[in-house]
């Protein structure tokens, strides 16, 4: 029997082992590929944290020492990968002019400049032209690739990888793999490709915007650009680079444009200016914009203001009821609470997108259920009173089962002799709750409510969906009365003409910090109700 037990253990070791060292390896090849991957697009600081990863791994579980760090550093991975970068990036980002119109770097945006200024030039050579994206890659918002076939394979020749080339933002190459694989029409219009999906007409269509801008490289100062959807001509450009004065010419109209807060803008003064500008760090810009600027800082108090007040509000109000609501139906001599219980938590179940939808079509004016069975004719959503009192009272709506169900588990665990206690000592009802109840209640609950604070100072959800930040008075657009800060960066990050990720992250870093102060204060407050136990 021990034998047989040796045995048993031995290969139970092995199969250990076995399954050990292979996980390490495939976690080493995954983060080898990943580091291949940065190391191709030139990102030596994410080749350098992949690295260390996989020293860790190896020094963690290749070894056994460090055990508390093998449960640790699964934990510490997701925190840095979920919580830690997303805050880091953001903050990153608050300091640049990053948005639309400033994606890209200063060559990248001259090269988009010059190629969408390329015009046919009589006698130029004509293309067959099929739009595509490379395989893996969404066709709504992937690469564009041009098919290009020339001429003579049009005409009938023998199709072959010399004959198609593939167009790309870096220039003209040859389509490569076994001709066999190349499907064309009767036009020499390429239908498959090898490496490609082929766009039809109306995915093409689509991405109409994309093309406009997209233009090949084949020379200096000439590119191929697309005329229409099945052809694409060369031609030469309009604009012109000069790297020594650092400007931009235009030959069409003889105007020079020099670069101006990261776009190239007329040098006479006009105003005018490309569309396609660049990335580039601003310093402070975003923040002082936020103290400086008049109407966005008259409109960032005010939004902070009801922030506050929203926050407050709901914890008090949420907190008040369902507390009220545990305390009726812990009273043991209440029949079906487990019933009534079940009935009140339904709020909480509910999505939050379906419970919001429902309550806006309720405080519709004209045909909303409440102005209806109230006799009222109260413009809940049209006014910035009743639009704030709207938002209340469905947020009230949401969040009173969760209060109600972690005071009703307080309730439970307060010892009832405590209360017998009291009572004996001739305290009233009302005394009992207030001086015993209570200060009890809050010990569990202080720290959820602080939690609630916060959730609710960035409750984007509710507030999008029932007001979307409105009503906007007095022509402001950009801040609307019911409008948290987080609505309001969301606005001014994705909406508009020409959203602003740089400026909406400096507004999201003001968040971080106004939070962080508030509740800092609040979690040290909590710990004198410790004492209460």
Not at 21 to 29: H, K, Q, T, V
Not at 129 to 152: N, R, W, Y
């Amino acid at each position: 029997m021990d034998e047989l037990s040796e045995q048993r253990g031995g290969t139970s070791r092995i199969g250990f082992l076995a399954l050990k060292w292979g996980s390490i390896a495939i976690a080493i090849a995954a983060l080898f590929w990943v580091a291949t991957a940065m190391a191709a697009k030139g990102w030596t600081f994410g080749v350098i944290v992949v690295a260390l990863l996989g020293t860790a791994v190896l020094l963690i579980y290749g070894t056994q020492r460090a055990v508390p760090m093998k449960y640790l550093l699964p934990g510490m991975l997701v925190m840095a990968g979920l919580q830690i970068w997303p805050m880091v990036f953001t903050a990153g980002i608050a300091f640049t002019n990053y948005g639309d119109g400033h994606l890209f770097s200063k060559e990248t945006a001259i090269q988009y400049i010059t190629a969408n200024s390329v015009r046919e030039v009589p006698g130029s050579t004509r293309y067959t032209m099929s739009i595509a994206v490379p395989d893996g890659q969404p066709k709504e918002t992937g690469d564009l690739v041009f098919l290009l076939t020339q001429p003579q394979a049009a005409a009938g020749d023998p199709p072959g990888a010399p004959e198609v080339t593939v167009g790309t933002t870096e220039g003209l190459r040859p389509l490569g793999g076994n001709p066999a694989d190349v499907a064309l029409t009767a036009t020499g219009k390429v239908t498959k490709a090898p490496g490609y999906q082929v766009l039809s007409g109306r995915e093409a269509n689509r991405r109409s915007k994309d093309l406009a801008s997209f233009a090949v490289p084949t020379g200096p100062d000439r590119g191929i650009k697309a005329s229409g959807l099945s052809e694409a001509y060369e031609g030469a450009a309009t604009v012109t680079y000069d790297p020594a004065t650092d400007l931009l010419t235009d030959k069409e109209t003889n105007r020079t444009y020099r670069a101006g807060n990261g776009r190239f803008v007329a040098t006479d003064g006009s105003g005018d200016s490309f569309p396609q500008g660049w990335l580039e760090g601003v310093g402070l810009n975003n923040f002082t914009r936020v103290l400086t600027e008049d109407s966005l800082r008259t409109g960032f108090v005010g939004a902070f203001i009801w922030n506050i007040a929203f926050a407050g509000l709901t914890v008090i109000g949420t907190f008040v009821l369902g507390m009220l609501i545990a305390l009726l139906f812990n009273d043991p001599r209440l029949r079906g609470r487990g019933l009534y219980r079940s009935l009140l938590i339904l709020p909480y179940a509910l999505p939050t997108f379906v419970t919001a939808l429902v309550w806006r079509g309720m405080f519709n004016q004209d045909y909303g259920l409440i102005n209806n069975l109230t006799g009222l004719n109260v413009d809940w959503l049209g006014s910035s009173g009743g639009a704030r009192a709207a938002l209340l009272i469905t947020n009230l709506w949401l969040g009173f089962p969760y209060m109600f169900l972690v005071c009703t588990g307080a309730l439970q665990s307060i010892p009832s002799d405590v209360k017998e206690a009291a009572r004996i000592d001739g305290a009233s009802g009302v005394q009992t709750l207030v001086r015993i109840t209570m200060p009890l209640l809050l010990v569990a609950v202080g720290p959820l409510l602080i939690a609630t604070f916060a959730f609710n100072f960035n409750n984007f959800s509710v507030v999008y969906l029932l007001t979307k930040g409105g009503p906007f008075e007095g022509g402001q657009t950009d801040i609307g009365a019911t409008d948290l800060l987080i609505t309001m960066a969301y606005r001014l990050a994705f909406s508009g003409s020409a959203p602003n990720y740089g400026f909406a992250a400096a507004v999201c870093v003001f968040i971080f910090a106004v939070t962080a102060l508030m509740i800092l204060p609040s979690f040290r407050a909590t710990r004198a109700l410790e004492e209460v136990n």
